[in-house]
C-alpha cells in the first residue's frame, strides 16, 4: 500500500475484524528485524462498562469503505509525519466490557512524531471511519445508539 | 434518466427504513445528495422517520464520504448512515 509522500512508502496494515487482536504481536511486527525504529506508540480502545449498566457494545461498519477510509487516515499519517510504519486494527461484531475495540500503532525514529501520527490516527477514524456503537444493556434492554460526540470533531480539527 | 443505484442504509437510518439495502431508480430531476433525501422521504413513513432531521444524516458515494451538496450522477452506490461512533 502507498505510505504516501516523498519518502517512499511505509508499511501500513489495516485490518476490520471481528475476531481479537494482540497488542505486542502488532507491536512486535512493525519493529521486529528493524533498527531504525527508536519510537513506538501503541494506543488500545477498549470497551468500558459504564458504571455496571452495559452489557456489551454493537458495532456495526460499512464493509469496504471502513477499510478504505482508516487507510486513508493512515496514509495521510505518513504523509504529514516521518512515521516508519503503522498499524490501525478495528473490530466489529459484539464486545462485552474489557474487550479490546481499537489499535493504533505508529513507530517512528523520535517519539514525538509516533505520538503525534498515533493520535492523529484515532482523532479521525473517530470522526470518519464508518462505525456505529449500539449498548445493550444489563437489565435485558437493547439501549440506544451511541451519539456521536461534538468533542470528538473538535479533537479532529486540532489537526486541520 | 437515472440509472438504477444501489441504497445502503446503516446504524439507526437502517432500522428506521427496515432494509439494509435497495436498489432504486431515482427520478431524472433528483441530481444531487438532498434531493435524493427529500426524494426517499416522500416514499413512505418509515422513509420520513429516517430522514426526519437530514442535517445529521451523513452520506458517502461509492465508499466515499460527501456532502449534501455533491452531485449523484454516476454514483453506483449511496449509503445513508448518522455521525460514526467507531473508536
Known amino acids: 500500500m502507498d505510505g504516501g509522500g516523498a519518502r517512499g ?10 475476531e481479537d487482536f494482540d497488542a505486542a504481536a502488532e507491536v512486535a511486527a512493525l ?3 528493524r533498527a531504525d525504529v527508536g519510537a513506538v506508540v501503541a494506543f488500545t480502545g477498549l470497551c468500558r462498562d459504564e458504571a455496571g449498566a452495559l452489557a456489551a457494545l454493537e458495532l456495526e461498519h460499512y464493509p469496504g469503505m471502513a477499510e478504505d477510509e482508516i487507510a486513508r487516515v493512515a496514509q495521510e499519517a505518513a504523509a504529514r509525519w516521518p512515521i516508519l510504519g ?8 459484539k464486545i462485552a466490557p474489557g474487550g479490546n475495540i481499537v489499535l493504533v500503532v505508529a513507530t517512528s525514529p523520535h517519539r514525538r512524531a509516533a505520538f ?3 493520535e492523529f490516527m484515532m482523532d479521525y477514524l473517530k470522526t470518519r471511519a464508518p462505525f456505529w456503537k449500539k449498548e445493550h444493556r444489563r437489565d435485558g434492554t437493547t439501549g440506544e445508539w451511541v451519539e456521536a460526540k461534538d468533542a470528538d470533531d473538535s479533537a479532529a480539527q486540532r489537526w486541520t | 434518466m437515472n440509472a438504477p443505484l444501489k441504497l445502503s442504509y446503516f446504524a439507526w437510518v437502517r432500522e428506521r427504513i427496515g432494509l439494509p439495502d435497495e436498489a432504486l431508480t431515482p427520478p431524472a430531476d ?15 413513513e418509515e422513509y420520513a ?29 449511496i449509503a445513508f448512515f448518522p455521525p460514526m461512533t467507531g473508536g
Not at chain 1, 512508502?9 to 485490518?15: C, E, G, Q
Not at chain 2, 433528483?30 to 426524494?39: G, H, P, R
Not at chain 2, 445529521?56 to 449534501?68: M, Q, T
Open chain 1, 86 to 93: 503503522a498499524t490501525a486494527i478495528h473490530r466489529y461484531g
Open chain 1, 9 to 18: 512508502a511505509v508499511p501500513i496494515n489495516v485490518r476490520i475484524q471481528r
Open chain 2, 30 to 44: 433528483v441530481t444531487n445528495v438532498a434531493e435524493l433525501i427529500a426524494w426517499l422521504s416522500g416514499r413512505g
Open chain 1, 31 to 33: 519493529t521486529q528485524g
Open chain 2, 49 to 77: 422517520y429516517a430522514f426526519e432531521r437530514p442535517g445529521v444524516i451523513r452520506a458517502a458515494i461509492d465508499r466515499k464520504h460527501v456532502k449534501h451538496d455533491a452531485p449523484i450522477a454516476g454514483a453506483r452506490e
Open chain 1, 116 to 118: 503525534e501520527a498515533a
